[in-house]
C-alpha cells in the first residue's frame, strides 16, 4: 500500500493530563487541462542522413513533438458543503471460534501459537486478514480510557505477581457501526479537521493505522467526486517498557593487555 507523503506519527503518554491532538486540512483543487507551450524551444538543426552509395543526399524534415503545459491546480474557494467521511482501522488475523462464539484475537501473536493447546477450543483455528474499525473522533472516550488504563496496569501487575501468569488476553472483534465514522464538511474549499485525540486502551493499543478520507457529498456524480485518501497514522505507546540490552555471552572477549 502506498502512502506517499500522507504520514501521521503521535507519541502518547498515558499520565500527561492533555494529550497530543491532531488538526490538518484537505483542500479541494481544480486541475485545468494541459495547453501548448506559447513560446516552444528554438526547432534543433535538422540533420542529415548520410547517403547510401550511388543515391543522393536526403533531408528529413521532421517536426518536434508539441510541448505541453500542465497549469498549477487552483483552490476551489467559491466551493463549500462538500463533505468528506473518515475512517480508521487495520488488517487483522483474528482466530475463529465455532459459530456460537465471537471472534477473537490474541494480543500477542507469538505467544497465542504456544497457549492454544492450554486456553482454547479444538476447533479455534486462524482465519484470514479482517478490518478492524475504532471510532475515529475519540475524545468523548477520554475519561473512560483513564479507568481503562488503569484496570490494564492492574491485570499487568496481578500477572507479574503469578495470577494468570499463562493466560493470553483475547480480544473480541467490534462490529463496525456508523458513530465510528467522523463527517466534515469544507468550507471555501478547504475541509478543516481539528482538536483529534486518539485514546490508547486494551482495544485500541500502539502501533500503525490506516485513515481513509472519502468524499461523500451527496448529488454529486462519480467524476465529481474527490478520490479516495489513505493516511499511514503511527501512534508510540511511550509506556511500552524499553528494550533491556542482553549481554551477548558469545562476544570475542577482550584483548588482553601486554606483560
Known sequence: ??????????????DADEQTEISFNIKTLYQGPEYEDPNPPEEE???KKPPAKGKPAEVTNEKPPIRMIKPDPILMTAESGR???FEIGRMMKFQIRP????????Q???SQANTNNQNSSPNLHEGPPKWQRYHFDQRPLHLQSKQSRA???MEQQNSAAGEDSNKTQVLEYVEPTEDMLYTVASKEGVCSVSGIRFVLTNQFTGGAYTVI????TKGLPPRMLMKTIKILLKIKDLSE???TEVHDAKAAPAKKGKK
Not at 459459530?99 to 490474541?106: K, L, R
Open 1 to 14: 500500500m502506498t502512502f506517499g507523503s500522507h504520514k501521521i506519527y503521535v507519541e502518547y503518554k498515558p
Open 45 to 47: 538543426e535538422v540533420k
Open 83 to 85: 463533505t468528506f467521511q
Open 99 to 106: 459459530e456460537s462464539a465471537p471472534d477473537v484475537i490474541s
Open 108 to 110: 500477542d501473536i507469538q
Open 151 to 153: 484496570d490494564s496496569t
Open 213 to 216: 478520507c472519502r468524499d461523500v
Open 241 to 243: 517498557p524499553k528494550p
